[in-house]
Structure formats: C-alpha cells, structure tokens
C-alpha cells in the first residue's frame, strides 16, 4: 500500500474498504453481544488488527469493536466501562507498512493504548492469549507466496 497521506496514498484511496466496515458494523455488534463472554471483558481488553495498513479503516475497525465491548459491559454490570477497562489496540502488518503514518494519525480522544506488530500474519506474530478480538477487514484475501497447487500440477490447491 502507497505509504503517507499524498493524493495516491492508501489513507486518502481506501473509502470501498471502508464501506465493508460500516456495512459489517451493526452484525459485529450483535456477535459481540451475543457471543462474548462478560467474564473474558476485564480490566484489560486486547484488540487486533492484522493487515491494519497507514490507516484511516483502522481506526474505524477497532472503534467499532471497543463500542460494541463497552456497550456490553456497561448494559450487563451497569458499571461505566471508563473506569473499569484499559484498551490496547495491537496494530499488525508488514515491515514495510507506514507505522509511521498510522501512528500519527490515530484520532484524538481515543480510548486506548496502541502498539505496532510487524511481520506477516501468515507467521506467528504474537504470543499465545494475547488478544481478546481480531479484526481483519479486507486483508486476508492477499497471498504471501503462490499456493502450490498453482504451481505443481500434482498438488491439490486445497
Ligand atoms: C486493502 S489493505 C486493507 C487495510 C485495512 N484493513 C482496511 O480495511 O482499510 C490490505 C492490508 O493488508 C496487509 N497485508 C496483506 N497481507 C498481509 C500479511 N500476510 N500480513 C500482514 N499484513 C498483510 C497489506 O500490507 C495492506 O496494508
């Protein structure tokens, strides 16, 4: 992805991605809801983004999710998320992805801590239990190496 915030930059050319995001929204919501366990929300919430690029999607990914944790939390314990929940956003991509960018441009007022996980997500790239939600929008659909089976009429490509 073209690095910055220039005219042909991934921050300024990313609005179709985007959309999923918002499409996606309300149905995320209703999985969290639904699904997470009150007993995992505690006073530590880890969110992952792999394939998180300069931005801005990112922002809006684990935004949606950190809501749709908080809206949990405050709704069955009736406490006020703020006080009780530290969020850190763990935002994954390649080497050559600019943190930089993405780091400069995180949005003001933001309610959680950030930090920057390099490498490919097709490797390990954290340690075991280290995240409550991952968030992969528009990313996974990229290959790091051609499959085999396109290469090797022997193998299957399943
Ligand atoms: C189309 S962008 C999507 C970015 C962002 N998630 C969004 O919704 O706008 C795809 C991103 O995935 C990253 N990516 C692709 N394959 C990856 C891999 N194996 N490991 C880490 N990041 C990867 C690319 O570098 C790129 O930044």
Redesign the pocket.
Same mark, same amino acid.
């Given at each position: 992805?073209v690095g910055g915030e220039g005219p042909e930059s991934?921050n300024q050319n990313?609005s179709y991605?985007?959309a999923l995001?918002e499409a996606a929204k309300e149905k995320m919501s209703e999985a969290i809801s639904a699904k997470l366990s009150l007993d995992l929300i505690s006073d530590r919430f880890n969110v992952a983004? =792999?394939?998180?690029?300069s931005g801005p999607?990112?922002f809006v990914?684990v935004q949606n999710i950190i809501d749709a944790v908080e809206d949990k939390y405050r709704k069955e314990t009736g406490q006020n998320p703020a006080e009780n929940i530290e969020f850190q956003v763990l935002f994954?991509? =390649?080497t050559t992805?600019d943190f930089n960018t993405l780091f400069q441009s995180r949005p003001a007022g933001r309610r959680y801590y950030s930090a920057g996980v390099p490498g490919? =997500?097709?490797e390990r790239v954290l340690p075991k239990e280290s995240f409550h939600i991952g968030v992969i929008?528009?990313?996974f659909h990229?290959t790091?190496k051609i499959p085999k089976g396109i290469t090797d009429r022997r193998d299957s490509p399943l």
């Open positions: 992805m991934y990313s991605q985007r995001l983004d =792999f394939g998180c690029a999607n990112t990914a994954n991509d =390649f992805n490919s =997500f097709f929008n528009y990313a990229f790091s």
